[in-house]
């Protein structure tokens, strides 16, 4: 225990205390162990701090890593710490963007797709609803790209449709008028 701490090892400190708890350390120097349990604790909440605070501070940061540390921060029940909430504001505000590169054709349907599927990794939570609305929107917005696009598919396939049969028949115009010899 004695050298995990000193180490500040997370996934050290929690074998020992599991191996301490095996032959009932617990039972026996009860203020020892739940010191380590609360400087397990401690350490942990230090480190998630630390994870979130260079998230926030962090100039670029990709949208999967913020997605993946709101997570981690959120299972770990971290939701009250500022930074918590400074990094999902962040998400958010990214996220806003994204939307509006979507709004404006800026994107592919490829690369909303991309961005959907890391954002529905986040969990649905109350302590998440900023990002999740902005995340309901973006997702809104890129239905709205995909259906644009398809329609100009449509279009485009429409068009050459009607190209073709336009050709055929200005041919056939042709071949009528001048024979089949021609002029």
Known sequence: LQQALRQENIEALRAALARSEEVGLPEWERDEHETVVHLMMSLQEKKQKAKLRAAVEAV??????MVRILSEAYVAE???LDD?????VKLADTITDLTRKAK???????V?????????RLPE????ATANIAI???AEA????RQRCADRRSVGRRREEMSSVLRELVDRAETTEHGPDGP
């Not at 918590?84 to 999902?88: A, G, R």
């Open 112 to 120: 909303s797709q991309g961005y959907e599927d890391v954002l529905r």
């Open 142 to 145: 890129a239905r709205e790209l």
């Open 84 to 88: 918590f909430t400074s990094l999902q």
């Open 125 to 128: 939570a109350a302590q998440l």
């Open 78 to 80: 971290y939701t009250q």
């Open 104 to 110: 404006d054709d800026n994107m592919t349907e490829d």
């Open 60 to 65: 670029e940061i990709r949208v999967d890593d």
């Open 136 to 138: 309901s929107r973006f």
